[in-house]
């Protein structure tokens, strides 16, 4: 299948502020792309790109005072097919995982591992290893949090939105993170594109999604607390431990958000 996927975000800046975007697909699926995925900044400004330690496309650049807007506008080539289940997935002993996958059991800005290790325990302990634990896992979040753009809070950690009950896709995935590195899951944080493809349209305004990815049977599989159901055309931007690791746009000074649109369609398939 065929997506359309882009974003207007505009800043208003009381003096000069350098900005890091983190908004480019990943690296993996730069191959897909049927049109290219290109920053585009108004008034038009140079871009140093770059990648971070977890191989995310970054772009630096020093936008001017006043009004600067990003924005881009590509078609990417997907599957179309949901994603794999991995029920017969194994979990892997601790002292057998990867050294460069031993960050992702840690506790992170977002996802405080020690505040709730308790109740993971009390709450999963039982649970087969593996997927079953998971799934466990993004069944529990999917009950405990209700979903509203309302209840954003960028400050808000894992033990709080367990306590809250309610939060956005951020909070889903920091909770299902957070309860999965408890249990000894390594658990990583996945921003993107996910359109309403396969699935009802939703009355809400687009946005970037947020979700986690496992580490079972020796690679990443894709978990989604706040959906909790295989969905199709998922658009990797960026991974790491947690949001602070992918900031869509992280701005060192003083800068008001006072636009943001983001487009995520199926087109049709091309002749």
Do not use: K
């Amino acid at each position: 299948m065929r997506i359309r996927a882009g974003y207007e975000i505009i800043y208003e800046c009381g003096a000069p502020t350098p900005m890091v975007a983190l908004l480019s697909v990943r690296p993996e699926r730069e191959a897909d792309l049927e049109t290219p995925d290109e920053l585009r900044i108004d008034p038009p400004l140079p871009v140093r790109r770059y990648r971070d330690s977890f191989g995310n496309t970054c772009s630096r650049i020093l936008a001017p005072a006043g009004r600067v807007t990003l924005s881009a506008d590509f078609v990417i080539r997907d599957s179309g097919q949901a994603d794999p289940t991995s029920v017969d997935a194994p979990q892997a002993a601790v002292e057998d995982l990867p050294d460069e996958v031993l960050q992702f059991l840690l506790g992170s800005r977002y996802c405080d591992v020690q505040a709730l290790t308790p109740l993971a325990w009390n709450l999963f302990g039982q649970e087969p290893s593996g997927w079953p634990l998971v799934q466990a896992i993004m069944d529990y979040v999917h009950r405990r949090i209700a979903f509203g753009y309302a209840h954003a809070r960028p400050t808000r950690t894992a033990s709080e939105a367990h306590e809250e009950q309610r939060g956005v896709c951020r909070d889903f995935a920091h909770l299902a993170i957070t309860l999965c590195r408890c249990m000894n899951v390594p658990a990583r944080y996945v921003t993107g594109y996910l359109g309403d493809i396969g699935v009802p349209a939703s009355r809400d305004v687009m946005d970037f999604s947020a979700w986690c990815e496992v580490y079972l049977g020796g690679a990443w599989r894709t978990a989604d607390a706040r959906h909790n159901r295989p969905r199709i055309g998922r658009v990797l931007m960026a991974h790491g431990r947690d949001a602070a690791d992918v900031a869509l746009v992280t701005t060192f000074g003083a800068a008001d958000l006072v636009g943001f649109e983001v487009i995520t369609q199926e087109l049709e398939a091309s002749a």
